[in-house]
């Protein structure tokens, strides 16, 4: 990047950045996601590095964002209250570690692992065993002073033990801090929407934005009422509201009154009556700690408040010291961000989607909230018998949760909304796309539209249509079918032969080869075989044996769709519900179109194979139910023709002699396996044998 490029950009991401931080500290809102804002910010990071000559005191890199507000007095903090890098991937996990390790110069570190809090951080002091004052992070150097409003958390005590300073290794402290994060537990925040509902007032968009705005609250009777929570982790003691630094000459020892260890200030935490998350865990190494960071995030969806990671901290005191921070993070830390995530937001109305496959599942239109990185409006609502469970309405605040999988689910109703008595969202009985009457497929609790000629299924039918054991169309997979039907290119699997190579050429990320490639591809699906063109049409309930048997009964699609019910279920692994299936796809206009389209363009042919209808009934033949093997060459034909004769005549045909065989057809130069025949007293068949068995049956090669 050119010089003064460069310059711009590193000033409006300053400026940008700087914005989100106003808004999100001093206002407790935040118009994009975290992970967006630390891209932002590693931007910046980057080009400061590549550009030192454009480095400022000002930039937000160097500092860290205020939420300093107007009207409350502030105060310095004892020490600088700082936040730890964030990380939302396990690989940086382990680059952690290797850097600590490395600057320690030993492997044998101790590590801890505590919930991160999604909520707002809060220095407490305490003088001579009692309540002193309470700050909120400020900028990090100085604080706003919320002592009244702190004071009137339940947890936190006006006096401690009279044996407080007991907790403190070695004596003498008398005065020290506490820092931790002050939360709304999810229940307590549905209660007090509810109440604010009551009243009309607008709804608290999240817990961890009602949490700011009550601390900034001036009516302490008020912050007592909303019941906020908070969990404390760490502890250290003060000299003159200031926290004493290392003794000379060794800068690494802890001073007098500080723990050895972050276990320690837990503990000493816990003893003085202080509220303690209860999950830690104790790591040695990024294995431990992956494990560790796993187990709370399967525990994340079971607790009453939000968390949005773990954090990770180097276990002892003195090695903290020898990490030191930067001006912006301590070194010794980290804080792992989870990528899924829970958000509450308001369900404005269910809409209905058919899927690939015809199931329909109501979707949560949402007002939109940020998720896991990106912005949510819409979620999954998985099915009706769960919705009905669930008793979710319009209006409902709903928490939504984003998983492994790329779609947000709404996990539960967090705040029914009853006003105006809004009614259950009815359960539909037609397709919305097709209009054609839904079926209840009870054993998945899904809704289904049967219809195999349903707009919405297309995607599906394509994907199928071009698939391996299909029409089998070389580079175009799943991506480039959904870009071509996003492009209005498709309208059914023929259309495929009218696709223009110019318009591929010019999509995004295309270029010559690959569409020559795609056409390529097509024009050499004609030559798939019969029953692979057959199976590519997606007749329900058709799969490739029923495409085999049926390709072997008939010569082409033309004679296929001119058999009737009853000749179709007279063949094997047909049966009557298969047959009704075939003949209603194939004699439905829409069957019709898609079959004379596909002869149109080349894909069928008029007769796809040699083999002349079958006369005599399959059943009736010798071949017809009976295991057959074929080992040795012919000389009258092909093996795969011969396979085909045979399938077509109702036999199947296996690799390998075993118990189950009923005839081996043996060939020149038939070896084992005419061998293991004999010993399991199969019956074994050369190739005069099998050609006359075949003229019997009408088949002459
Ligand atoms: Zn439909």
Same mark, same amino acid.
């Given at each position: 990047? !050119?010089?003064?490029?460069?310059?711009?950009?590193?000033?409006?991401?300053?400026?940008?950045?700087?914005?989100?931080?106003?808004?999100?500290?001093?206002?407790?809102?935040?118009?994009?996601?975290?992970?967006?804002?630390?891209?932002?910010?590693?931007?910046?990071?980057?080009?400061?590095?590549?550009?030192?000559?454009?480095?400022?005191?000002?930039?937000?890199?160097?500092?860290?964002?205020?939420?300093?507000?107007?009207?409350?007095?502030?105060?310095?903090?004892?020490?600088?209250?700082?936040?730890?890098? *964030?990380?939302?991937?396990?690989?940086?996990?382990?680059? =952690?570690?290797?850097?600590?390790?490395?600057?320690?110069?030993?492997?044998?570190?101790?590590?801890?692992?505590?919930?991160?809090?999604?909520?707002?951080?809060? &220095?407490?002091?305490?003088?001579?065993?009692?309540?002193?004052?309470?700050?909120?992070?400020?900028?990090?150097?100085?604080?706003?002073?919320?002592?009244?409003?702190?004071?009137?958390?339940?947890?936190?005590?006006?006096?401690?033990?009279?044996?407080?300073?007991?907790?403190?290794?070695?004596?003498?402290?008398?005065?020290?801090?506490?820092?931790?994060?002050?939360?709304?537990?999810?229940?307590?925040?549905?209660?007090? *929407?509810?109440?604010?509902?009551?009243?009309?007032?607008?709804?608290?968009? *999240?817990?961890?934005?009602?949490? /700011?705005?009550?601390?900034?609250?001036?009516?302490?009777?008020?912050?007592?009422?909303?019941?906020?929570?908070?969990?404390?982790?760490?502890?250290?003691?003060?000299?003159?509201?200031?926290?004493?630094?290392?003794?000379?000459?060794?800068?690494?020892?802890?001073? &007098?009154?500080?723990?050895?260890?972050?276990? &320690?200030?837990?503990?000493?935490?816990?003893?003085?009556?202080?509220?303690?998350?209860? =999950?830690?865990?104790?790591?040695?190494?990024?294995?431990?700690? @992956?494990?560790?960071?796993?187990?709370?995030?399967?525990?994340?969806?079971?607790?009453?408040?939000?968390?949005?990671?773990?954090?990770?901290?180097?276990?002892?005191?003195?090695?903290?010291?020898? @990490?030191?921070?930067?001006?912006?993070?301590?070194?010794?830390?980290?804080?792992?961000?989870?990528?899924?995530?829970?958000?509450?937001?308001?369900?404005?109305? #269910?809409?209905?989607?058919?899927?690939?496959?015809?199931? +329909?599942?109501?979707? /949560?239109?949402?007002?939109? #909230?940020?998720?896991?990185?990106?912005?949510?409006?819409?979620?999954?609502?998985?099915?009706?018998?769960?919705?009905?469970?669930?008793?979710?309405?319009?209006?409902?605040?709903?928490?939504?949760?984003?998983?492994?999988?790329?779609?947000?689910?709404?996990?539960?109703?967090?705040?029914?909304?009853?006003?105006?008595?809004?009614?259950?969202?009815?359960?539909?009985?037609?397709?919305?796309?097709? /209009?054609?009457?839904?079926?209840?497929?009870?054993?998945?609790?899904?809704?289904?539209?049967?219809?195999p000629f349903?707009?919405?299924?297309?995607?599906?039918?394509?994907? @199928?249509?071009?698939?391996?054991?299909?029409?089998? +169309?070389?580079?175009?997979?799943?991506?480039?079918?959904?870009?071509?039907?996003?492009?209005?290119?498709?309208?059914?699997p023929a259309?495929?032969?009218?696709?223009?190579?110019?318009?591929?050429?010019?999509?995004?990320?295309?270029? !010559?080869?690959?569409?020559?490639?795609?056409?390529?591809?097509?024009?050499?699906?004609a030559?798939?075989p019969w029953e692979a063109k057959l199976y590519a049409l997606g007749i329900p309930q058709v799969?490739?044996?029923t495409a085999r048997t049926l390709a072997g009964a008939y010569a082409g699609i033309r004679q296929l769709a001119a058999a009737s019910w009853d000749e179709l279920a007279a063949l094997r692994d047909v049966g009557p519900i298969v047959a009704r299936l075939v003949v209603d796809f194939l004699n439905a206009p829409a069957g019709r179109a898609l079959v004379r389209d596909l002869l149109a363009v080349g894909f069928f042919r008029q007769e796809e194979n040699a083999l002349p209808a079958v006369e005599a009934a399959p059943g009736d033949?010798?071949?017809?139910?009976?295991?057959?093997?074929?080992?040795?060459?012919?000389?009258?034909?092909?093996?795969?023709?011969?396979?085909k004769h045979?399938e077509g005549l109702g036999?199947?045909?296996?690799?390998?002699?075993?118990?189950?065989?009923?005839?081996?057809?043996?060939?020149?130069?038939?070896?084992?396996?005419?061998?293991?025949?004999?010993?399991?007293?199969?019956?074994?068949?050369?190739?005069?044998?099998?050609?006359?068995?075949?003229?019997?049956a009408g088949i002459?090669?």
């Open positions: 990047m !050119e010089r003064q490029k460069a310059r711009r950009r590193i000033e409006s991401l300053r400026e940008e950045i700087a914005r989100h931080n106003q808004l999100y500290y001093a206002e407790g809102r935040s118009r994009i996601s975290d992970r967006q804002y630390d891209s932002l910010y590693a931007e910046l990071v980057a080009l400061e590095e590549a550009w030192p000559e454009f480095q400022s005191e000002d930039s937000p890199t160097r500092r860290v964002g205020s939420d300093r507000s107007e009207n409350f007095p502030s105060a310095p903090h004892s020490d600088a209250m700082l936040s730890l890098q *964030n990380s939302y991937d396990p690989r940086e996990v382990a680059a =952690f570690v290797q850097r600590v390790s490395r600057e320690l110069k030993r492997d044998q570190v101790s590590y801890t692992v505590e919930p991160k809090m999604d909520g707002v951080a809060v &220095a407490v002091r305490y003088r001579d065993g009692r309540f002193h004052m309470a700050l909120t992070r400020g900028d990090g150097r100085q604080g706003d002073v919320i002592s009244a409003n702190v004071a009137s958390f339940a947890q936190v005590p006006a006096e401690l033990p009279r044996d407080w300073a007991e907790a403190f290794p070695g004596g003498g402290v008398r005065e020290f801090e506490i820092r931790g994060e002050a939360y709304l537990s999810l229940g307590r925040f549905a209660r007090l *929407n509810t109440a604010r509902e009551k009243e009309s007032l607008p709804l608290l968009a *999240n817990p961890r934005n009602a949490t /700011a705005g009550t601390l900034k609250t001036l009516d302490t009777q008020e912050v007592r009422r909303r019941g906020l929570s908070v969990f404390f982790y760490q502890i250290f003691p003060l000299a003159d509201g200031k926290r004493p630094g290392p003794t000379e000459p060794d800068p690494f020892t802890p001073a &007098a009154g500080e723990f050895p260890d972050h276990q &320690a200030e837990l503990e000493a935490l816990r003893r003085l009556g202080l509220p303690v998350n209860p =999950f830690l865990r104790v790591a040695h190494g990024p294995d431990e700690l @992956l494990t560790h960071l796993a187990e709370l995030e399967e525990l994340r969806a079971g607790l009453d408040y939000q968390i949005d990671g773990a954090v990770i901290k180097v276990d002892s005191r003195a090695d903290q010291l020898r @990490l030191k921070s930067t001006a912006k993070a301590p070194r010794w830390g980290l804080a792992f961000k989870f990528a899924a995530e829970q958000a509450v937001t308001t369900l404005r109305a #269910v809409t209905l989607q058919v899927g690939r496959t015809g199931v +329909i599942t109501p979707v /949560a239109e949402l007002e939109p #909230v940020s998720l896991a990185g990106t912005t949510v409006s819409r979620a999954t609502l998985h099915n009706w018998t769960d919705m009905g469970r669930k008793d979710i309405r319009p209006g409902d605040q709903l928490v939504v949760v984003k998983g492994g999988d790329i779609i947000p689910k709404v996990l539960r109703v967090l705040l029914p909304n009853r006003q105006g008595a809004p009614r259950p969202v009815p359960v539909p009985t037609h397709c919305p796309v097709c /209009a054609e009457p839904v079926v209840r497929d009870e054993l998945a609790a899904a809704l289904r539209c049967r219809n349903c707009p919405a299924v297309l995607a599906g039918r394509l994907r @199928l249509f071009v698939g391996r054991d299909a029409a089998d +169309i070389d580079g175009l997979g799943g991506q480039s079918l959904d870009l071509f039907l996003e492009q209005g290119f498709l309208t059914g259309d495929l032969w009218r696709l223009e190579r110019q318009k591929l050429v010019d999509l995004p990320g295309w270029g !010559e080869l690959s569409a020559d490639r795609v056409l390529a591809g097509v024009r050499a699906a030559d798939r799969g490739v044996t033949n010798w071949f017809a139910g009976k295991t057959v093997v074929l080992t040795g060459t012919l000389a009258s034909m092909g093996r795969s023709a011969a396979r045979m036999a199947k045909v296996t690799g390998s002699v075993t118990g189950k065989t009923d005839v081996l057809i043996a060939g020149e130069k038939a070896g084992s396996k005419r061998k293991k025949a004999r010993e399991l007293g199969v019956t074994v068949v050369d190739e005069a044998a099998f050609l006359r068995h075949l003229a019997d002459t090669p």
